[in-house]
């Protein structure tokens, strides 16, 4: 079927986000010619949900601009967001693997364009086996991280998780020239209070006595970290105390030594 003048413009701006999606960087030319004709522009505004929990997983997604967060929901409502997506990502990369239903509710938090492309089309991408090895790993990774942040959801006061959070927010963010160790903040307080599972008068308490201390100083949503060694104290206070112990090893440490 030929393409008129107007479905070839769509067409080569599909292309272009595509070539940004670290899931499909450096595939032949004619694959993602194959997946930007195969696949639809949508576009969320903030608030706008992509698809909520347990629909269908009949597509993948991928973020050309803006972002995304996954979000789980308690039964009082209260949100819990998860993981963040940002541009050049794929949403879930789970219905290359199986047809399993979504299990976290996805949101666009600012204006955000993404590319859907349907299972139907899947067969070009999962006969690939870089695609898949990169959907595996993509997935490991995930899984490491989830089970990172339930550890620390679980296991830690919410000094540890929002120090935690901060810092690896800081590592994604450009630093400033001078050097200081500043962190751009998320717009609210209710979408930071999400990501440390807490409620706000709690998240804004811990954040005043932070700045009562002069640990952290803040203007608008910068937060800049005035003390970063103790503020890796309070991320990570105790954390690998056994591993740092030499005589506490496993089972099968010592059987494989």
Same mark, same amino acid.
């Given at each position: 079927?030929?393409?008129?003048?107007?479905?070839?413009?769509?067409?080569?701006?599909?292309?272009?986000?595509?070539?940004?999606?670290?899931?499909?960087?450096?595939?032949?030319?004619?694959?993602?010619?194959?997946?930007?004709?195969?696949?639809?522009?949508?576009?969320?505004?903030?608030?706008?949900?992509?698809?909520?929990?347990?629909?269908?997983?009949?597509?993948?997604?991928?973020?050309?601009?803006?972002?995304?967060?996954?979000?789980?929901?308690?039964?009082?409502?209260?949100?819990?967001?998860?993981?963040?997506?940002?541009?050049?990502?794929?949403?879930?990369?789970?219905?290359?693997?199986?047809?399993?239903?979504?299990?976290?509710?996805?949101?666009?938090?600012?204006?955000?364009?993404?590319?859907?492309?349907?299972?139907?089309?899947?067969?070009?991408?999962?006969?690939?086996?870089?695609?898949?090895?990169?959907?595996?790993?993509?997935?490991?990774?995930?899984?490491?991280?989830?089970?990172?942040? $339930?550890? !620390?959801?679980?296991?830690?006061? +919410?000094? =540890? @998780?929002?120090?935690?959070? %901060?810092?690896?927010?800081?590592?994604? /963010?450009?630093?400033?020239?001078?050097?200081?160790?500043?962190?751009?903040?998320?717009?609210?307080?209710?979408?930071?209070?999400?990501?440390?599972?807490?409620?706000?008068?709690?998240?804004?308490?811990? $954040?005043? !006595?932070?700045?009562?201390?002069? +640990?952290? =100083? @803040?203007?608008?949503?910068? %937060?800049?970290?005035?003390?970063?060694? /103790?503020?890796?104290?309070?991320?990570?206070?105790?954390?690998?105390?056994?591993?740092?112990?030499?005589?506490?090893?496993?089972?099968?440490?010592?059987?494989?030594?």
């Amino acid at each position: 079927m030929s393409l008129t003048p107007d479905d070839g413009v769509a067409v080569r701006r599909r292309r272009w986000g595509l070539d940004r999606c670290a899931l499909l960087r450096g595939l032949p030319a004619t694959l993602l010619e194959h997946i930007a004709r195969h696949s639809t522009e949508l576009n969320l505004e903030e608030g706008d949900a992509l698809f909520f929990k347990n629909d269908p997983s009949d597509f993948l997604a991928f973020v050309v601009h803006g972002r995304i967060y996954k979000l789980l929901y308690g039964p009082d409502g209260q949100e819990l967001i998860v993981d963040t997506i940002e541009s050049g990502e794929t949403v879930d990369e789970t219905p290359l693997l199986d047809t399993h239903s979504h299990t976290f509710t996805a949101v666009a938090y600012s204006p955000t364009r993404v590319l859907l492309f349907s299972r139907r089309h899947f067969p070009s991408l999962t006969s690939d086996p870089v695609v898949m090895d990169r959907a595996h790993v993509c997935l490991c990774l995930r899984l490491r991280h989830a089970v990172e942040s $339930l550890e !620390t959801m679980c296991l830690h006061r +919410l000094e =540890s @998780r929002l120090a935690r959070y %901060l810092l690896s927010l800081m590592n994604t /963010q450009p630093r400033p020239r001078d050097g200081d160790f500043e962190v751009a903040l998320p717009p609210t307080q209710s979408i930071l209070a999400a990501m440390v599972n807490a409620s706000r008068p709690k998240l804004n308490a811990q $954040l005043q !006595t932070w700045h009562r201390s002069g +640990l952290v =100083s @803040r203007k608008r949503n910068i %937060l800049r970290i005035n003390d970063i060694d /103790q503020f890796r104290c309070k991320a990570y206070l105790s954390r690998d105390t056994d591993r740092s112990n030499p005589q506490t090893r496993s089972t099968a440490a010592r059987r494989l030594a």
